[in-house]
């Protein structure tokens, strides 16, 4: 049985103020469970703030982004060792938002996700097709090519410890959802590349689904044979949404 997770991604959202509101609102919410994990990837400056409302909950902590360097002169970055400071247990890499906007290419995140292992945190891999690209028919060479990325620099072996999400660009933050049919068509043809390489592993990686997932679609969408969980940007910042989106996880 693969284990189900809900990762939140808060982008660049919150204050101190308003993450507390949070924070507590989904420590009274979300209860231990053997059929679900949860995490919340924050902005850097409140990874201190997030370890401490969150330490001895079921409730892990991650960032958002990492540096593929250990460390040295790159004034801005933060190295996968400061996240393991903060007791992060995840973090998102290849997000399409730092692939789009901020120009990070196959190559670079295939080192981000090494470091973030290298460091001992589970890396988030986030792969997905832009809308230009799944009207033209190219969605499973795009998704293929962004995880061949990773499979070739760290072998197959290291997806043990990794968690995939796959993140249509064309349903983030768009409020439109791929059906959970073509969802799971993306999920499977992962599962298929990595399986052709290991199939164990594959049976056993879990694959999330990104991309306007409210309390709304998430039953439908985690339903799906090959939808392990999901990673959440907007309905994340919303108590009663990121619970529920969870209490759907576990019930999938
Ligand atoms: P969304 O974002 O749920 O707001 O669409 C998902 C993501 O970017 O990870």
């Known amino acids: 049985m693969r284990s189900r997770l809900v990762a939140g991604n808060w982008k660049m959202h919150g204050s101190l103020a308003a993450n507390q509101r949070l924070l507590d609102g989904l420590k009274s919410g979300l209860k231990a469970s053997d059929g679900a994990q949860y995490t919340v990837c924050v902005p850097y400056p409140y ?45 998102l890499v290849g997000h399409s938002e730092r692939r789009a906007l901020y120009g990070e290419t196959d ?36 998704v293929g090519r962004q995880l061949a990325a990773v499979l070739d620099s760290s072998g197959v072996g290291a ?19 791929a059906t959970p049919q073509q969802a799971q068509a993306v999920h499977a043809f992962i599962r298929g590349v990595v399986g052709r390489q290991d199939a164990k592993l594959a049976a056993g990686l879990s694959i999330l689904y990104g991309g306007s997932v409210k309390a709304g679609n998430a039953k439908e969408l985690f339903a799906m044979p090959d939808i392990d969980g999901g990673l959440i940007g907007g309905a994340a910042l919303v108590v009663e949404d990121f619970v529920a989106i969870c209490d759907a996880a576990r019930s999938a």
């Open 107 to 142: 190559k670079q995140v295939a080192a981000k996700f090494q470091a973030a292992q290298g460091a001992g945190l589970i890396p988030i891999l986030c792969v997905g097709e832009s809308l230009q690209e799944r009207e033209s028919g190219v969605t499973e060479i795009v």
């Open 159 to 177: 997806l043990v410890n990794a968690v995939i999400a796959y993140e249509p660009v064309w349903a983030i933050g768009t409020g439109r959802t």
């Open 47 to 91: 990874l201190s703030q997030a370890q401490s409302c969150l330490s001895g909950t079921p409730i892990a902590w991650g960032a958002q982004n990492l540096s593929e360097h250990a460390q040295g002169a790159f004034t801005g970055e933060v190295s996968g060792a400061m996240l393991r400071d903060f007791g992060c247990r995840h973090v």
